[in-house]
């Protein structure tokens, strides 16, 4: 009988509705538990400016997913575990690259892999792709050419870049630089070749194209001029030293 009565109650409660927190508060709880995986450590991974498949066609929904939430997740926890407990831990990724060399590989890969794909986000946008304007498009002009001759070099360097890698677009002493580095290096690591304030980057790991294009890297990088966010190019541009 009390378990009757009880088995009741509860139907009643279930009915207005009274029950129905306990379930939100297990999804806010599930909710939190994946949230913490992007926030463990130091350093966090920064929420994408637009959703996951805001750049389709040019790239697709599972790449960004499975790019921004496993891989550039990998990077800040290997990054997080490999400077916890030490003076690394108090120094900025500006500091850190400054005295690359003299630190462990850990922290130069997954470092590097952390700050490129943080800029690489903002580097890109729905509706993009155009040519820049103003002073960024005066610049590249002066030291190129035209916008067409920066666009091959560009490309040329990313899509000749040997195995995993970046192709930059740097500023150095009043000059625009055209460049790419291996594996999560960047221009502003003491091992750089060319050294500069990166204002446009290209990942051309194979993880950020080979759902969609297998082997076609040359393809993935004619199609990403058309997210490039050159509003966040020119503002880096005046920004930079």
């Known amino acids: 009988m009390k378990r009757r009565n009880f088995l009741t109650t509860l139907a009643a409660l279930s009915a207005v509705k009274v029950i129905e927190p306990v379930s939100k508060r297990i999804e806010s709880f ?32 599972m790449t960004m997913e499975i790019h921004h939430t496993k891989h550039h997740q990998a990077y800040i926890n290997n990054l997080n575990k490999a400077i916890e407990g030490t003076d690394m831990e108090k120094m900025t990724m500006e500091e850190m690259f400054a005295s ?75 000059k625009l630089i055209v460049t790419s580095t291996p594996n999560q290096d960047n221009p502003l690591m003491d091992v750089a070749e060319v050294k500069g304030s990166p204002i446009l980057g290209l990942d ?9 294009y297998q082997n076609r890297r040359p393809e993935y990088i004619e199609n990403w001029w058309n997210v490039v966010n050159w509003d966040k190019v020119a503002e880096l541009f005046s920004k930079a030293k």
């Open 204 to 212: 051309v790991w194979e993880h950020a194209y080979y759902l969609k």
């Open 30 to 61: 599930n909710y939190k538990l994946n949230e913490r995986s992007y926030t463990m450590g130091k350093f966090e991974l920064p929420p994408l400016p637009y959703s996951y498949d805001a750049l389709e066609p040019y790239i697709d929904k």
């Open 100 to 174: 690359v060399s003299k630190l462990p590989v850990a922290v130069r890969n997954n470092g590097g892999g952390h700050w490129n794909h943080s800029l690489f986000w903002t580097l890109m946008k729905p509706n993009g792709g155009g040519k820049p304007s103003g002073a960024l498009a005066d610049a590249i002009s002066a030291q190129f050419g035209s916008f067409d001759d920066f666009k091959k070099k560009f490309s040329d360097a990313a899509a000749g870049r040997f195995g995993s890698g970046w192709a930059w677009l740097v500023k150095a002493d009043n």
